[in-house]
């Protein structure tokens, strides 16, 4: 039995016995003062019956006549009057008759009362002896009323009691259902911290999980902390902290193998020309300080369009990736007042900050696109200071030709049907967690990835309408096969209140395949729109689907400021991952980010995984999926 129902038992006992008690006594008091009432009058009317019957003559006659009038008045059961030897001179008697009360009360308050004796006298010798008992209906009916009456009030005051009663059992139920919800938190790895209530007990059990779930969360921001200090030893520069040589490379490389909106944009080249001259004539810790300057540039311009990613390539030279931007031309005017600011800034050198850039599509070779960058970047470097120029890439045919052109064919498309292409995600036995289901669109007779057609789609604000589509195309494939699915929400669809609300109707319509429902985001919009964030998991929590981040890696130390939302997984980016069973230093990265997922209850599956050496490895990591290129249903672990 439940705290709060033994609270509520004791008290409804207590209010019974209260209740119980003092009507007993009550009715017990009343019964009493009664029958001491009843029994004075009859002793009162007895005597003074007696001595007007002392001052008649004796005649049998009169006698009878005033017996039968006293008796008449109809306030007597019996009026008797014996003879010095016991014999009955004159006997009246009456029947009880209470209507208005009922038996069961009657026969259980019986009143004992002696009746009234008074002597008669004939002169100086006894005439007889008058018995008297008073009629006993009125005192039933008064103790009836006055019993009603005292359990009216009783009940008044119970019902009072009762109500002041749930007041404090709800003032002692509201922390305690606090702590409830706390320890359940704890148990499935949601470390919270809760108000302290102002019952001593209650607040010493809550400052105890308070601090265990604080040290709990400081040892996870630590060592997350740890973590990311760790691969940013491994993947990014000393001197300017932006991604090394190896590290963007293996980025660019992955960026333009997905199939996702990241498969297309723009790919730029900047140089710090004569670096040992500068290097010479502002010293080492200057030149560096410009170098961490530039890149820092070079990062605000990849956040303003995006998760932009800046690599230092060696030297003075930087590239720039910015996944989802299709216009070099935009991209390099913008870029090239950022480095005019800071050519001025700069009075003891004069700096030369070529640039160039490229548009990227999926499928263009890494080799081929830096080679074109290379030699375009050396004809800017040719033509002065701040020149940027475009580098021409591989020939392509453009589906449509105008924003009007791409905007129609693109709702058609999603009119009529959205196609999910189909990507394992195995567990650690090789069994089936989910399917990867990107989004595939018929242009022109052909259905396209997302590579293709999602910086249109997100141009022209169509993100929501396509990830509704995504949603409706998951739900009716769960319903016809029951196989998990995993689909992606955009960034703008999660800052829509509007999507959220129908993505929630759409759910509620489906409940029983929601739970089959895997939906992720990029760790990016994540953290950066944690609001947002938080308001999406509340809306999707009741329905049972799986909530997760994907490209997890450049922000992990921050993951514990998302371990009270539910989050059911994570997936560690693939530059994380490529090569990892020749890395120990990506192995060690993995493994304590999997024991840190673990330690708040969230599931590590990795991204991008090329052989089966690899998958064994993460496996023994301690990884919980895997997922990419060499992962096939069928395959099994050799």
């Not at 003074?48 to 006659?61: C, E, F, G, I, N």
């Not at 997350?224 to 932006?242: C, I, W």
């Not at 200057?286 to 990849?302: D, F, I, R, S």
């Amino acid at each position: 039995m439940s705290l709060i129902k033994q609270i509520w038992l004791t008290i409804l006992v207590l209010l019974l016995l209260a209740f119980g008690g003092s009507l007993f006594i009550g009715v017990s008091s009343s019964r009493h003062y009664i029958e001491q009432e009843v029994e004075i009058k009859n002793t009162d009317n007895a005597n003074a019956l007696a001595l007007s019957m002392t001052q008649l003559d004796k005649d049998p006659v009169n006698m009878s006549l005033l017996l039968a009038a006293q008796f008449d008045t109809g306030h007597y059961r019996l009026i008797e009057l014996r003879s010095p030897e016991g014999e009955i001179i004159e006997r009246r008697e009456a029947e009880t008759h209470i209507d208005d009360v009922p038996a069961w009360f009657v026969n259980l308050v019986r009143f004992d009362v002696a009746p009234g004796q008074a002597v008669i006298q004939d002169g100086w010798r006894q005439y007889g002896t008058l018995h008297l008992q008073s009629q006993h209906s009125f005192a039933y009916r008064s103790l009836w009323r006055s019993t009603l009456e005292l359990a009216g009030w009783f009940a008044v005051a119970g019902l009072l009691s009762l109500a002041l009663a749930a007041w404090i059992v709800r003032t002692i139920k509201r922390p305690l259902s606090a702590v409830v919800e706390q320890a359940r938190d704890i148990g499935v790895r949601r470390f919270t911290v809760s108000d302290e209530p102002r019952t001593l007990e209650l607040r010493e059990v809550v400052q105890a999980m308070n601090q265990l779930s604080t040290s709990v969360r400081d040892m996870l921001a630590n060592e997350s902390e740890r973590l990311d200090q760790l691969r940013r030893r491994l993947q990014h520069d000393a001197v300017t902290g932006v991604l090394n040589r190896d590290a963007f490379m293996g980025q660019l490389r992955i960026t333009l193998e997905r199939g996702d909106q990241r498969a297309s944009g723009t790919l730029a080249l900047v140089r710090l020309s004569r670096l040992g001259e500068v290097s010479a004539t502002l010293g080492h810790h200057q030149t560096n300080a410009l170098l961490k300057a530039l890149a820092g540039q070079l990062e605000v311009l990849g956040d303003n369009h995006g998760d932009g990613v800046v690599g230092r390539l060696g030297g003075g030279d930087f590239a720039v990736l910015v996944p989802g931007h299709v216009e070099p031309a935009a991209l390099a005017d913008e870029l090239a007042a950022m480095l005019a600011t800071l050519k001025a800034s700069e009075t003891h050198v004069s700096l030369g900050l070529p640039s160039a850039f490229i548009a990227y599509s999926q499928g263009d070779r890494v080799g081929a696109l830096m080679s074109s960058l290379d030699g375009t970047l050396a004809a800017a470097e040719e033509q002065g200071d701040l020149v940027s120029l475009i580098a021409e890439g591989s020939a392509r045919l453009a589906l449509f030709n105008t924003h009007a052109e791409w905007r129609t064919a693109l709702q058609e498309a999603m009119q009529t049907g959205v196609y999910l292409g189909h990507f394992p995600v195995l567990d650690r036995e090789h069994h089936l967690l989910h399917l990867e289901c990107p989004s595939r669109l018929r242009l022109k007779n052909e259905w396209r990835p997302a590579g293709v057609f999602m910086p249109w789609i997100s141009r022209l604000e169509l993100n929501e309408e396509l990830d509704m589509a995504v949603a409706r195309a998951s739900l009716k494939e769960i319903a016809r096969h029951g196989k998990p699915l995993g689909i992606n929400l955009s960034a703008s669809s999660v800052r829509s209140a509007r999507f959220v609300l129908d993505f929630r109707a759409l759910l509620e319509s489906q409940r029983e395949l929601a739970n089959q429902l895997w939906v992720e985001l990029p760790e990016s919009v994540a953290l950066h729109d944690l609001e947002n964030f938080r308001s999406l998991c509340r809306e999707l929590q009741p329905f049972g689907c799986k909530l997760g981040l994907e490209h997890v890696g450049r922000e992990f130390r921050r993951i514990s400021d998302l371990q009270d939302l539910g989050l059911a997984y994570l997936k560690f980016d693939a530059s994380l991952v490529k090569g990892v069973d020749n890395s120990p230093e990506q192995q060690t990265i993995l493994r304590g980010m999997a024991t840190l997922s673990h330690s708040v209850g969230i599931l590590a599956i990795a991204e991008g995984v090329d052989t089966l050496k690899e998958r064994e490895v993460l496996v023994e990591l301690g990884l919980d999926g895997v997922t990419g290129p060499g992962i096939r249903q069928h395959d099994r672990p050799g």
